[in-house]
Nanobody
């Protein structure tokens, strides 16, 4: 499956952005989806995940209550709505797909994901 992330940009602290990740090549509903991010000099970290059926969503503590992950299987797209952005959210954001047989699970471990998008830069100014 090929993943194309978009929607990044420059925003002031307190602002919002919505990232999109469009998938092609395989049955999108067969994949749990995740968002990860990597800031300069830091390791890639989990942001959010959503199960194949969209019923289970997980978030890192640092974004819980501010970010919302969703998916629209008919459009082969997963979204990350980011509100109340902080300078600490500045990073390259990656979407990823996990070909899991479990329809109600979304992993927080990058090792579980089979496919990755190219990343989109999010910069939050103070």
């Amino acid at each position: 499956v090929q993943l194309q992330a978009s929607g990044g940009g420059l925003v002031q602290a307190g602002g919002s952005l919505r990232l999109s990740c469009a998938a092609s090549g395989r049955t999108f509903s067969g994949y749990a989806m995740g968002w990860f991010r990597q800031a300069p000099g830091k390791e890639r970290e989990f942001v959010a995940s959503i199960s194949r059926n969209g019923g289970i969503r997980e978030y890192s503590d640092s974004v819980k209550g501010r970010f919302t992950i969703s998916r629209y299987n008919a459009k082969n797209t997963v979204y990350l709505q980011m509100n109340s952005l902080e300078p600490e959210d500045t990073a390259i954001y990656y979407c990823a797909a996990d070909h899991t047989i479990n329809p109600t699970y979304g992993s927080s471990w990058p090792e579980d994901y089979d496919y990755w998008g190219q990343g989109t830069q999010v910069t939050v100014s103070s």
